[in-house]
Nanobody
């Protein structure tokens, strides 16, 4: 049975940090890419960060320099280290794993940045 699951969300003050984790299992193949998206209320889902199997990374302009995506292949896990968090980073964060042309999604984890 395949699964994708995120952990690590929560409430943090502006300027603070959080680290999200996403673990996949049951696929039998290495992902082509592992991706972090977010969706705030009333807004479209947007790609925040992506890491390819090669290790190449991409970031949304609004998080460049503040967020870092990394992976641990042995643990089938991708991380999103989020620093200098801002209220506008508040959203539900989703992990997706692209394997053999298909995207598999987790249930999401809420990140709230507020005093």
């Amino acid at each position: 049975q395949v699964s994708v699951a995120e952990t690590g969300g929560g409430l943090v003050q502006p300027g603070g940090s959080l680290r999200l984790s996403c673990t996949h299992s049951g696929f039998g193949f290495s992902p082509f890419s592992m991706n972090w998206y977010r969706q705030a209320p009333g807004k479209q889902r947007e790609l925040v960060a992506r890491i390819f199997n090669s290790g190449t990374t991409n970031y949304h302009a609004s998080v460049q320099g503040r967020f870092t995506v990394s992976k641990d292949n042995l643990k089938n896990t991708v991380y999103l280290q989020m620093n200098e968090l801002k209220p506008e980073d508040t959203a539900k964060y989703y992990c997706s794993v692209q394997i053999q042309g298909h995207d598999y999604w987790g249930q999401g984890t809420q990140v709230t940045v507020s005093l």
